[in-house]
Structures are given as C-alpha cells and as structure tokens.
C-alpha cells in the first residue's frame, strides 16, 4: 500500500530492484533521503546525472569506467608485469583491485558458459580474450568455483592452445582464517591436492 506519492513510490520500486535492497530497505533508503535531502538526495541525484552522462564499458577489457579504454588499460605500468587475469564479472575485477592484486591487466568475460541457461562462447567475451593472449606472458582463469565457471576455464584453455602463454588458474582451498572442521569436503580434499612446501 502506498503510503507517500507516486514519485516516493516509484523510488522505492527503484531502488528495490537493487543487490542487496528489498522492498522494506528500499523504503528506508528512500525515507532518508527525504529526511536528508540537502545532505543525501540532491548530492545523489546530481552523483546519478553525472555518472549517467560519462559512465562506460571498456571497448579492451569490458571494465566500467568513464572513458574507454579504461584507467587500468591506458596504465603503461599495468604491462610491464604481462599478467592478464580473465574475470567473469566487472564486480569481480573491482574486487581484485580492492584486494591490491597488483599491477596487472583484466579480461572481463560477462558470463560463464551455461548450457542449460542458453549461454554459448558466442555470448561471452572469449574471442576479444584470444585476439589479446598473445600480449601476455601468463593467463590467469580467475572464474568462480562452480560448474560453470570450470567449464569455461576448460574451453578457454582448449581454444588458446598450445601455442598460448602460460595458462593458471586461482587456487582452491583453505579460505583465510578459515577452521578446517566448518569446511566442506570438496574444498578440504582440493586443499589437500593444492598443498604447497613451507
Ligand atoms: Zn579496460
């Protein structure tokens, strides 16, 4: 039921389709913003404006970003390292960068092959990532741990070749202060495979 006018209640349908946001978070999102409307609304539909006049997809790596090629791309230092790490999704390149990986380039994919879902090689990004392979020393597959993202790990393989730079993947194991005992058997027996020499 709506309880403010039709322009509150088109924010809060809005924001409710947002990650993260149902429909009562919404409401509360919304309902501060009307409270703080110098302090929050204004700077955000102003922050909204301007990002929806200069966002973009870069036309390399398929990052976000307000020019194409994007910050990372035009970075001369991000080569000198000759690692490209292939992501399924723009949200995991960010979350890499969070994590200070390093100097180093990305290949965003915008999915992982799913038959059941109808998404082929065709639908993500993979020819874009072989006519870029070659100006790289090291390929790192850094798709999720599920079916779909071993899957496309596998077929990217396959199609770089044996002629490709040298091929990894991230490893699977022991989460940072993870306790073995809270683990899954899959993730613990893959740690066990994956051990390495102190
Ligand atoms: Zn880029």
Redesign the pocket.
């Known amino acids: 039921m709506a309880s403010g006018g039709p322009e509150i209640e088109q924010l809060i349908q809005l924001l409710a389709r947002l990650p993260g946001l149902g429909p009562r978070s919404a409401r509360r999102a919304v309902l501060q913003l009307v409270k703080k409307k110098e302090q929050l609304m204004i700077p955000l539909s102003a922050a909204l404006d301007r990002a929806v006049a200069t966002v973009r997809t870069?036309e390399?790596?398929?990052?976000i970003?307000t020019k194409?090629?994007?910050s990372?791309?035009?970075d001369p230092r991000r080569s000198e390292s000759g690692m490209l790490i292939v992501v399924e999704d723009v949200a995991d390149l960010w979350a890499l960068e969070r994590a200070g990986v390093g100097l180093v380039?990305?290949h965003v994919l915008g999915g992982v092959l799913s038959p059941l879902d109808g998404i082929g090689p065709d639908d993500i990004s993979v020819d874009a990532l072989l006519g870029r392979a070659h100006e790289f020393s090291e390929i790192v597959l850094a798709v999720n741990a599920t079916v779909e993202g071993q899957t496309t790990a596998h077929y990217i393989t396959d199609r770089l070749g044996e002629s490709a730079p040298k091929v990894t993947r991230l490893a699977h194991g022991v989460p940072v202060g993870g306790e073995l005992d809270y683990l899954d058997e899959g993730t613990l027996s893959q740690a066990l495979r994956a051990r390495t020499q102190i």
């Open positions: 870069c390399v790596c398929g990052n970003d194409s090629p994007c990372i791309c035009s380039k990305y």
